[in-house]
């Protein structure tokens, strides 16, 4: 399996990264004390503030395989299967 990490995350309540990250406090904050928000990819944006060491084992949870979910992002799928499933052992091997 291979993760792609961006060090920024969408600012939206539906997405429990963002609020997970709000609740805890670890966000980057303005000298006001309000969030800094840019504009990546997914649109509105936050960076969690990893000076704060409340921030580590936050994060490093998100690592552990029980957080992950299936994605539909897999090879087999962007070649045209309809559904999600985990990459075939054998493809990882390498012998198709």
Known sequence: MVAIVDPH?????DYRI???AKE???LVKRADGSEFEGWCWPGSSVWVDFFNPKSWDWW????KMDVWTVSCKTPDHV????QC???PRTYISGTT
């Open 79 to 82: 070649a045209g299967s309809s």
């Open 24 to 26: 805890l406090d670890v």
């Open 85 to 87: 499933r985990s990459l």
């Open 9 to 13: 995350v969408k600012r939206t309540d």
């Open 18 to 20: 963002y609020t997970d």
């Open 60 to 63: 490093t949870r998100m690592f």
